[in-house]
């Protein structure tokens, strides 16, 4: 069951970020284009999702074990570190240069444009040798 | 180049998103960070059940572009920059930042916003501001215009 419930949450936010238009890098990057041709969609996405996600997340915080799994994997660090800005930093560099995020990135594999083809490789490097040095 | 303002389908697909990301906690007990399952899949593995719901979610991902085809019968509009080494370096930077900061705009950014999360609100505060500053360089002083 947790497999299919796997499926299925992968699927739905895959197409989340279809119709958000979150898959479109000149959508993201005019968002963050304050200054220039900027397109407010993406505030309506984050409010969206934060519109469920806020009571469904203090709901299921009452919840004492997930349906097919033995206990809630809560994140549970709480340092505010180097790590956590620096890291955060250069992500946010990354997505402007981009206009791909990790989720929209892995989505548009199968839209098939040529330049996620040579984003997301150079992604999973990125991830893999921060991997093997964490 | 402009984008048109699509306030009602961003809000759709951000309520899609957001119960996505209660089905997998409800369900399994992990958060909906896309950064973190993706790098799961990559060696070394640490946590075999975990791996495969990993791969599972993320089969889901691919499948949406191509049932998103059948259903509309149109492709999803895409257009970014056709520099590869401007698409090297975001990926790479992408992929680094986010496996050190402990997650990009879904684990942070949704889940952890949603949650509330101390860490997530200084980490999204922390890459929307550089975000913010690299596409006002991108554009602005260096004068891209994609």
């Given amino acids: 069951m947790n497999l299919i419930a796997s499926l299925a949450a992968g699927l739905i936010f895959g197409f989340g970020l279809i119709i958000s238009g979150m898959v479109n890098p000149a959508k993201v990057q005019n968002f963050l284009d304050l200054f220039g041709t900027w397109d407010p969609s993406l505030a309506f996405v984050m409010g969206g999702a934060i519109a469920i996600g806020l009571p469904g997340f203090w709901l299921l915080g009452k919840w004492s074990k997930p349906l097919f799994a033995s206990a809630f994997q809560w994140p549970n660090k709480t340092d505010l570190d180097a790590k956590l800005i620096g890291g955060s930093a250069l992500f946010g560099i990354g997505w402007g240069l981009g206009g791909f995020c990790p989720g929209p990135a892995v989505t548009a594999l199968t839209i098939g444009s040529t330049g996620v083809f040579i984003f997301v490789p150079a992604m999973l490097i990125g991830m893999w040798a921060t991997k093997l040095v964490k | ?146």
């Avoid at chain 2, 090297?88 to 997650?103: C, K, R």
């Fill in chain 2, 1 to 146: 180049m402009t984008t048109e303002f699509t306030p009602l389908l961003s809000l759709a697909g951000g309520l899609l998103i957001g119960l996505s990301a209660l089905i997998l906690m409800a369900a399994n007990g992990r958060i909906a960070g896309i950064s973190g399952i993706v790098s799961r899949i990559l060696p070394p593995h640490s946590d075999r059940s975990g791996l495969l719901q990993a791969v599972v979610f993320v089969a889901g991902l691919l499948l949406a572009a191509p049932l998103y085809k059948i259903l509309t019968s149109e492709a999803p509009a895409q257009m970014m920059t056709d520099s590869t080494p401007i698409l090297i370096i975001a990926g790479l930077l992408v992929g680094f930042g986010s496996v050190i900061g402990g997650g990009c705009t879904s684990g942070h950014g949704v889940c952890g916003l949603s949650r509330l999360s101390q860490r997530s609100i200084i980490a999204t505060c922390t890459f929307m501001i550089t975000a913010f500053v690299t596409v006002y360089i991108l554009r602005h002083v260096l004068g891209a215009t994609s």
